[in-house]
Nanobody
Framework: QVHLVESGGGLVQPGGSLRLSCAAS????????MGWYRQAPGKERELVAR???????TYVDPVKGRFTISRDIAKNMVYLKMNSLKPEDTAVYYC????????????WGQGTQVTVSS
């Protein structure tokens, strides 16, 4: 069974940067899309960015121009470089991976905390 593990979260000041990583253990197959979601206190989990197996990336408007998603297909790893962080970026960030096989459930990591505060 494949599991996702996020890392790289932490406490940063506004305007700072962090780089999140998501590692998939048990590399038994190549995923379709992979992405990052986040959930702030009292809020619903929301999409932040996603990247296809062909490298096509999409971002939600609040992070466009500040965040960059990248992927290592061979290693089934995905990254999120976050620049110019704002307090409203504070959330638990979750890695998501979508299997190529249609109908199989998405995989989720346990999350990594990102706190942006002065």
């Amino acid at each position: 069974q494949v599991h996702l593990v996020e890392s790289g979260g932490g406490l940063v000041q506004p305007g700072g940067s962090l780089r999140l990583s998501c590692a998939a253990s048990g590399n038994i197959f190549t995923f379709n899309d992979m992405g990052w979601y986040r959930q702030a206190p009292g809020k619903e989990r929301e999409l932040v960015a996603r990247i296809s197996r062909f490298g096509s990336a999409t971002y939600v408007d609040p992070v466009k121009g500040r965040f960059t998603i990248s992927r290592d297909i061979a290693k089934n790893m995905v990254y999120l470089k976050m620049n110019s962080l704002k307090p409203e970026d504070t959330a638990v960030y979750y890695c998501n991976a979508r299997p190529i096989v249609v109908g199989e459930a998405d995989l989720w990591g346990q999350g990594t905390q990102v706190t942006v505060s002065s």
